[in-house]
């Protein structure tokens, strides 16, 4: 049976308190105390080690008494250690230590247990340390639970871990680590709040220290650093999940600031040495039935001063790859619209609106980073608009749009601007369209295309071409001045600049393009119809020269290397209530020392055809007079006046050419008057001489010189009349009829014979000299042959013709009477 129990108890007192057990070893006045050791004994081969047990006693109606456990202080060392130690186990499991305050069954239960370091009262205080023991080879360390109680229906106890606040120093640290693992993974840390099944969960706070005079204390969460051959952990940051309701929300930031500035907020992730750096991943959540969450980027705002910078960029690159990529996108849409991609910068109510800029990066060595802008692309409906819109303006100007590439460097050329439509498979493609915006009460905008100047090679071209079509017509160019609808429309110039010093200025070439199988395009030119007012003037002129001769105006028609060439026709406007339009083709005024220019109306060479004709004329008319066409040279103040010449052409193996200048004919009245004479004399000169010629031959004979009217039907045949001028101061002049002289055969002969009259009688030929004046004799009449050399002179013969049926006709001759002096002989 069990061994004798051993008993120690004090007196009880009904009124007061019960008797005091003390039990203490002895002083050691020169050395240490004595030990007091109560213990129970070894247990046997079965049995369990006694228990020990050192408990107060209960109380009815008061508190139960205390139970103090502590080593004496030591007024010159060190005080003594208090150890409550639980057995080990070499087969079984090492004993326990427990400390539990006391229950209430009415009331809260029995204050925290308090375990802590001694006081130092001149130095620091003595720390705590709550561990488990080492683990053997094959088990774990033994847990830490650090836990408030269960509630039924109050609140569950708080469980708190600090250091104390410090006076004078600094305040201690809090820190919760667990342990490594050599061959496993490292220990877990978990901060949990609690759950609650009938309202929010508990709140989970991890905030530093307040500092009141300076800065607050930082707090760092982070993953350790990982080994040579793994990566360093996780770190996650995440609300969680909600079946009914909104998952919670997710705050990084930092504090307000009073009177200094806000503190920044920073996410990045880490670099790599041999591989990619960590990305870095912003997403909002997705939603199955409706909007997926906003993922929003916004700078601080500033009350008094400008709003906080919002930058968005990758690092540099290293030496021999490129920097990171920025790709603003929204994402794709299955049956709906894809979201928006705004870029813009908010609105100024008392300043100016901020800019919006998107630059690419230069290049040092290769080429700089293109800007790329692309609305999107549709496999059914038309594609995205790309719109590029400057700010409006309520009170003033709209904003300017520029869009140019940057200058050049040394030894390169400035970018190109294309402005371009994209091509269509099937259907038209799209229009190109530059212009300003209309204007309500002021002038509409100017529209200026212009290429670059150039200091020591040729300035840019400017070239508007129509698009060309594989199956129909090109497109066309149109340029047109703008409307006025109550005034003038505008100025359509298109001129060359003006030349350098030892240049010319550029050329002006309006032309048609080339035809391979159909008719080359027309050029036309000319100003518009007017319906109240006076059409527009069409002038063509070249420009002058100061020192060189001025520029030529050429106007050709097409040649033709099948068929005939191209006609070219100048007609003046018609008049359909009054007089058509002046035609005027004349050269400039001549300067003091040259000649006005020549006038050539002329057709062109032929090879073996005929030449083409000249027609100089006017046109018929219905109810007036046909229009006169004259041909007149200039007058001269101290020179020759000018020339006239009419010449036909010349052959080289059949006739020359015919030149016959006629009146008009009457058709029921008398034909036009056919007058050719040369102007008056002058006061010391002699009127111009009228020569009727045929030209020289070499070996046949010349051609006839005839002067006659025509035959009349009904009427009287015309009259021909050839006469010499007057004199009033010296004779009258001499008029000669000859025939031509021969070197080696007879003269030409010469006939006087009038007309036959089939009928009647033939006309009469007279030869008679006019009457003579006051103190002269009338003129002479001589009928003789030529004197000759070597044969006979030529007959005279004067006689009448014979007749069939009548009297031949009679010869008379007879010399006239005088009334004052003798008849004549």
Not at 146 to 173: C, E, I, M, Q
Not at 196 to 203: A, D, E, K, L
Not at 391 to 409: E, Q, R
Not at 715 to 740: F, M, N, W, Y
Request: charged residues 10%; aromatic residues 2%.
């Amino acid at each position: 049976s069990g061994g004798g129990g051993a008993y120690i108890g004090l007196g009880r007192s009904e009124r007061h308190s019960g008797g005091r057990f003390e039990s203490s070893s002895g002083i050691g006045s020169g050395s240490s105390s004595a030990s007091l050791i109560l213990k129970s004994t070894n247990s046997g081969f079965c049995g369990s080690a006694g228990a020990l047990r050192f408990s107060s006693g209960s109380s009815l109606s008061s508190n139960g008494g205390c139970l103090v456990l502590a080593s004496g202080y030591g007024t010159a060392g060190r005080g003594g250690a208090v150890l409550i130690v639980a057995g080990s186990g070499t087969s079984g499991r090492g004993g326990r230590v427990r400390l539990g305050a006391g229950r209430g069954a009415v009331a809260t239960g029995g204050a925290s247990v308090v375990v802590g370091g001694g006081e130092g009262t001149c130095s620091s205080s003595g720390y705590l340390s709550l561990g488990s023991t080492n683990s053997g080879a094959s088990g774990s360390g033994g847990r830490l639970a650090f836990s408030s109680g269960s509630s039924k229906d109050g609140n569950s106890g708080a469980v708190a871990l600090g250091s104390g606040p410090s006076v004078g120093g600094r305040a201690g640290v809090a820190r919760v680590s667990v342990g490594s693992g050599t061959s496993g993974l490292g220990g877990s840390t978990s901060l949990g709040a609690g759950r609650s099944t009938g309202t929010t969960g508990g709140g989970v706070c991890v905030e530093t220290g307040e500092g009141t005079a300076t800065s607050g204390g930082a707090v760092y969460v982070r993953t350790a650093n990982g080994g040579g051959g793994g990566a360093s952990s996780q770190l996650v940051f995440s609300s969680g999940s909600s079946k009914e309701g909104n998952s919670g929300a997710l705050l990084v930031g930092s504090g307000a600031a009073s009177s200094g500035r806000g503190g920044a907020t920073r996410l990045g992730a880490g670099s790599g040495t041999s591989g990619s750096g960590g990305g870095l991943s912003l997403e909002s959540g997705r939603s199955s039935t409706l909007t997926g969450g906003t993922l929003r980027a916004g700078s601080g705002e500033g009350t008094t001063g400008s709003g906080g910078a919002l930058r968005i960029g990758t690092s540099n690159a290293g030496a021999g790859a490129a920097s990171g990529r920025l790709v603003f996108s929204a994402g794709a849409s299955t049956s709906g619209n894809s979201g928006s991609v705004r870029v813009g910068s908010g609105a100024a109510t008392g300043g100016r609106g901020g800019r919006a800029s998107a630059s690419v990066g230069s290049g040092t060595s290769g080429l700089g980073g293109a800007l790329s802008l692309l609305s999107g692309r549709s496999d059914v409906a038309s594609g995205g608009v790309l719109s590029a819109t400057s700010g409006a303006s309520a009170s003033a100007s709209s904003g300017i749009a520029i869009i140019s590439a940057a200058n050049a460097g040394a030894g390169g050329s400035s970018g190109r601007l294309c402005f371009s439509s994209g091509s269509s498979k099937a259907g038209n493609s799209g229009r190109l369209c530059v212009g300003p915006g209309p204007a309500t009460v002021g002038r509409g905008g100017a529209a200026s295309v212009s290429a670059g100047s150039g200091t020591s090679a040729s300035g840019g071209g400017l070239t508007f071409a129509a698009g060309r079509s594989i199956a129909s017509s090109g497109g066309r160019v149109l340029t047109v001045g703008g409307e006025g609808t109550a005034a003038s429309s505008g100025l359509v110039r298109i001129t060359s600049a003006n030349g350098g010093t030892a240049g010319a200025s550029g050329r002006l070439a309006f032309s048609s393009g080339r035809a391979a199988a159909g008719n080359g395009g027309a050029a036309s030119l000319g100003s518009g119809t007017s319906t109240a007012g006076r059409a527009g003037v069409v002038a063509v002129s070249a420009g002058g020269g100061t020192s060189g001769s001025g520029g030529s105006a050429i106007a050709a028609a097409g040649r033709s290397a099948a068929v005939s060439g191209g006609a070219f026709s100048v007609d003046s406007g018609d008049g359909t209530a009054s007089s058509s339009g002046m035609l005027v083709l004349g050269s400039g005024n001549a300067g003091a020392t040259g000649s006005s220019g020549r006038l050539v109306f002329s057709s062109g060479t032929a090879a073996g055809g005929n030449s083409g004709e000249v027609l100089v004329g006017s046109g018929s008319t219905t109810g007036g007079c046909g229009g006169g066409v004259r041909a007149s040279v200039g007058c001269s103040a101290s020179g020759g006046g000018g020339p006239l010449g009419w010449t036909s052409g010349r052959s080289g193996g059949s006739s020359g050419g015919w030149l016959t200048v006629g009146g008009g004919g009457g058709a029921s009245t008398s034909s036009g008057v056919l007058f050719v004479s040369s102007g008056n004399g002058g006061a010391a000169g002699l009127s111009g001489q009228l020569a009727f010629s045929s030209g020289s031959t070499c070996c046949g004979n010349n051609g006839q010189v005839r002067a006659g009217s025509a035959a009349s039907t009904a009427g009287r045949g015309g009259l021909v009349d050839l006469c010499v001028g007057s004199g009033t101061s010296a004779a009258g002049g001499t008029g000669q009829i000859r025939s031509g002289r021969a070197e080696s055969r007879s003269g030409g002969g010469v006939h006087l014979q009038a007309g036959e009259g089939a009928g009647m009688s033939g006309g009469s030929v007279v030869a008679k000299s006019t009457n003579g004046g006051l103190g002269g004799c009338s003129g002479r009449l001589a009928f003789s042959s030529g004197s000759s050399v070597s044969g006979n002179s030529g007959r005279c013969a004067l006689g009448s013709g014979a007749s069939t049926e009548g009297g031949g006709g009679r010869i008379s001759v007879s010399v006239g009477s005088g009334t004052s002096g003798g008849g004549g002989a």
